[in-house]
């Protein structure tokens, strides 16, 4: 039997999107919590207005980069199963991996002639696998604040700076990682990096709104920009 | 009004809430990723077997397993209580929510590591959440086939997107706090070249959840050291 009938299936649509929608919900649920408690603690309506506008331009542009990171998976492994699996908890090389591996250990190769049972297998597969950190985090994300607090000495003070210097660290890894491929990626992070930096030191004596606001999406469509043409 | 008042609503009621509702709704999450499998399963009756699942998953976590535990504990300052709980639900970790939550709390200038950081950050990745859902519906509606249609030119520029913006959001951070972010290039250059020539081969696996831990770990410890001293002198000198 054609698996792609199976993977393009009504039932599959709906438990896939059954997946989406709880997505939605805890983020909808989690926005409306965060909303009403900002006006308590003194956030102000502007603060959060750019932190939603920011937060689309930083989501629209890497967003893309999935989509068309997805045509592959779903050549393979239909459209509900991408659908879900790149909503929820996955992420584009994680998936092929796990699809791949479970394609194979269910006795084909991913792609558009498997049997129905490699494409079952991937799908269980790409399940299992992705367990892992989301248990870790229902179970113990209010230990690792516990953990902070330790790194901080105690002392509260010194919380912005451990999460300060966390942030440092993860970005110098992400950064550098690219930059270490030597191709096409390491002209963007390396054009990103020089186009913010500029921006940001000069705008240190100028103090300019609108180079606070948009020296990010500047950086980052430029260092794209310069990465294809160079 | 004093300050500590401002920020009860914070620590008694949100924080406590968003643990309930995290734990609740990824604890759910974990059983609703299950649905596809059983529905291929029970509802079409292909039934792969076990050992093959297994063997599957042995490979799969053999190469993953490691980062279940270091990705949430290193993303952790960075994402928040809130934002760990929603990040590790909706993945997509960190091409998406690290530089939705630094980008968030930069444009609404809060302080990371702080309630209003915290809060803003949970705000940022809601959104950024939703956004990505909507966009991934329109490809999957749009199907593979006029996906595929796209230009190699223009999913190469935006695969270069990520990149960039991991190059911007560094040089924000090295700008904003230069002797950390020297720190920061030196250990990840570092650790990075000693890869390359293959001196991390005595690390069972691949050796990527190394180098995380490095950049990230490394740099909190001595970024902590010359910051705190920092912050004596600035007091002495007052």
Redesign the interface.
């Known amino acids: 039997m054609e698996y792609l009938k199976i993977a393009n299936g009504f039932w599959l649509w709906v438990a896939c999107g059954l997946g989406v929608a709880w997505v939605v919900f805890q983020s909808v649920l989690f926005l409306i919590k965060s909303i009403k408690v900002s006006k308590e603690i003194g956030i102000t309506k502007t603060q959060v207005n750019s932190a939603v506008k920011t937060s689309i331009v930083a989501t629209i542009g890497p967003s893309l980069g999935v989509l068309v990171g997805m045509v592959a998976l779903l050549v393979s492994m239909g459209g509900p199963v991408s659908w879900f699996r790149l909503s929820y908890i996955g992420s584009v090389a994680y998936e092929m991996f796990a699809a791949e591996i479970g394609a194979q250990a269910g006795g084909g190769a991913l792609g558009a002639n498997m049997s129905a049972t490699a494409f079952a297998t991937g799908v269980w597969v790409m399940t299992l696998g992705a367990l892992g950190s989301i248990l870790i985090t229902a179970l113990f994300t209010d230990k690792m604040g516990k953990l902070e607090n330790i790194m901080a000495g105690g002392r509260k003070e010194m919380l912005p700076i451990i999460a300060g210097c966390a942030m440092c660290g993860t970005f110098s890894y992400l950064c550098m990682d690219r930059v270490f491929r030597f191709n096409s990626q390491t002209t963007a992070a390396l054009s990103g990096f020089i186009i913010m930096a500029v921006l940001n030191i000069w705008n240190k004596k100028l103090n300019k709104k609108w180079i606070r606001n948009w020296s990010f999406t500047i950086s980052m469509f430029a260092g794209m920009l310069i990465s294809i043409v160079a | 009004m004093n300050n500590k008042n401002?920020?009860s609503?914070?620590h008694n009621?949100?924080i406590p809430?968003?643990?309930k509702?995290?734990?609740a709704?990824?604890?759910?999450?974990?059983l609703?990723?299950?649905?596809?499998?059983?529905?291929?399963?029970a509802?079409?009756g292909?039934?792969?077997?076990v050992a093959?699942?297994i063997?599957?998953?042995i490979?799969?976590?053999s190469s993953?397993?490691v980062?279940?535990?270091v990705?949430?504990?290193?993303?952790?300052?960075?994402l928040g209580?809130?934002g760990?709980?929603?990040s590790?639900?909706?993945?997509?970790?960190?091409?998406?929510r690290?530089?939705?939550s630094?980008?968030?709390?930069?444009?609404?200038?809060?302080?990371?590591?702080?309630?209003?950081?915290t809060?803003?950050t949970?705000?940022?990745?809601?959104?950024?959440?939703?956004?990505?859902?909507l966009?991934?519906?329109f490809?999957?509606i749009l199907?593979?086939s006029i996906?595929?249609l796209?230009p190699e030119?223009?999913?190469?520029?935006?695969?270069?997107?990520?990149?960039?913006?991991?190059?911007?959001?560094?040089?924000?951070?090295?700008?904003?706090?230069p002797k950390?972010?020297i720190v920061?290039?030196v250990?990840?250059?570092g650790i990075?070249i000693l890869n390359?020539l293959g001196l991390l081969g005595w690390v069972p696996g691949d050796p990527t959840y190394v180098?995380?831990i490095v950049?990230?770990?490394?740099?909190?410890l001595i970024?902590?050291k010359i910051?705190?001293s920092d912050?004596e002198k600035a007091k002495e000198a007052e």
Do not use: H
């Open positions: 401002d920020m609503a914070y009621k949100y809430s968003i643990i509702w995290g734990r709704t990824n604890l759910i999450g974990v609703i990723a299950f649905l596809p499998g059983l529905v291929c399963t509802v079409y292909l039934k792969p077997q093959a699942v063997g599957g998953f490979l799969v976590a993953e397993a980062f279940w535990i990705e949430p504990i290193s993303y952790f300052p960075t209580i809130p760990t709980y929603m590790f639900l909706s993945g997509n970790i960190s091409n998406l690290l530089p939705v630094l980008a968030s709390q930069t444009a609404a200038e809060v302080e990371p590591g702080t309630e209003k950081g809060v803003i949970a705000i940022g990745i809601g959104v950024s959440v939703i956004v990505n859902i966009i991934l519906t490809g999957v199907g593979s996906l595929s796209i030119s223009v999913i190469n520029a935006l695969t270069n997107i990520v990149p960039a913006l991991f190059g911007a959001l560094f040089a924000q951070n090295v700008v904003s706090r950390t972010g920061a290039i250990l990840a250059c990075m390359m180098i995380m950049c990230v770990f490394g740099t909190i970024g902590r910051e705190a912050m």
